[in-house]
Every structure is written in C-alpha cells, then in structure tokens.
Nanobody, 126 residues
C-alpha cells in the first residue's frame, strides 16, 4: 500500500510555469513506476508523463512533450512535474499514480497503475 499526495497546483497565466510534487509514503518507492495524469471537466483522464523505477526511462504525451519535465528522487520518495509554457488546455486536475512493478518500462495506460493521489487543480488563464 502506498499513499500519494500531490502539491503545488494553482493558478498561472498562459505562458507561465508551475511545478507539481508527489510525495509517496512507501519505503519501497523504487519498486514503483510513476506517472502523471490529468482530467479536465467533461473529459476522460489522460496520460501526461511517466517515469520508470530508476528514472532512466521517461515518456510524455505529445501534447506536453518539450514543455513538461518529470523527475523523481527515490531516497526522498518524491516525484515532480515541471510544467513550462503552460496553455489554457493544460487546465485540469492533475493526479500522480504508482504502478507496482519489477520491470523497467513505463505505462501510458491508467489501468496499469495501482495507487492514485487525490488530485490537484491547475488552472491556466489568458
């Protein structure tokens, strides 16, 4: 069992930057691949970024590639999402998620993730 808590959301002007943090309660954080997902009103939850257990494999959704950066620090049980050049379409509730795995791959499918944070709001205004 792992508890995930997101922080750092808020309001930001279009073109600005914002950072999200995800704190995990597990002492075996390095046994989890991690992901960020988001859900806008009236839309399905969608993949944003994922990072494997040791941080050496990372994937991004095409919509955020080149603007968002995901990272993790296993000894600190932390994952981050740095969001740059934000657009109004980035507005959503952002969730961090953990997938218990022995492998080194990452998944874009929300069905692969075992634990989810409560979500945090990001609002980008023009």
């Amino acid at each position: 069992q792992v508890l995930l808590v997101e922080s750092g959301g808020g309001f930001v002007q279009s073109g600005g930057s914002l950072g999200l943090s995800c704190a995990a309660s597990s002492r075996a954080f390095d046994t989890y691949a991690m992901g960020w997902f988001r859900q806008a009103p009236g839309r399905e939850r969608e993949f944003v970024a994922a990072i494997n257990r040791n941080g050496e494999k990372i994937e991004y959704a095409d919509s955020v590639k080149g603007r968002f950066i995901v990272s993790r620090d296993n000894p600190k049980n932390m994952m981050w999402l740095r969001m740059n050049n934000l657009k109004s379409e980035d507005s959503a509730v952002y969730y961090c998620a953990a997938e218990k795995t022995t492998g080194w791959l990452v998944s874009r499918s929300l069905n692969e993730y075992d634990y989810w944070g409560q979500g945090i709001q990001v609002a980008v205004f023009s």
